[in-house]
């Protein structure tokens, strides 16, 4: 089992910039990918990013090129996403998820473990 949990969430102004922070605890060495996921009220749950554990390749939602980098740190068990030009429609509960070999794809239902979220919130 792997168990993850999420920190940095808060309330930004359109424009601003948070990281959020998911570290990993338990049976890492089973994971092949982390992603994060946002669900906005009322919507689906969405992919956002992804980093595979080994070698570090990325992923993005075209929503967030540019924007948003996801980064791993496997000394420390930690995946990152710094979240730059936050606009109001990035506003959600975000969670991380981890996945086992070898998934590292945008589909939620194939990630096996999951934190509990974190609020972000941007305003006008």
């Known amino acids: 089992q792997v168990q993850l949990v999420e920190s940095g969430g808060g309330l930004v102004q359109a424009g601003g910039s948070l990281r959020l922070s998911c570290a990993a605890s338990g049976r890492t060495v089973s994971m092949y990918a982390m992603a994060w996921f946002r669900q906005a009220p009322g919507k689906e749950r969405e992919f956002v990013a992804a980093v595979r554990w080994s070698g570090g390749s990325t992923y993005y939602a075209d929503s967030v090129k540019g924007r948003f980098t996801i980064s791993r740190d496997n000394a420390k068990n930690t995946v990152d996403l710094q979240m730059n030009s936050l606009k109001p429609e990035d506003t959600a509960d975000y969670y991380c998820?981890?996945?086992?070999?070898?998934?590292?794809?945008?589909?939620?239902?194939?990630?096996?473990?999951w934190g509990q979220g974190t609020q972000v919130t941007v305003s006008s």
């Open positions: 998820a981890a996945s086992r070999p070898f998934y590292s794809g945008t589909s939620p239902s194939r990630y096996d473990y």
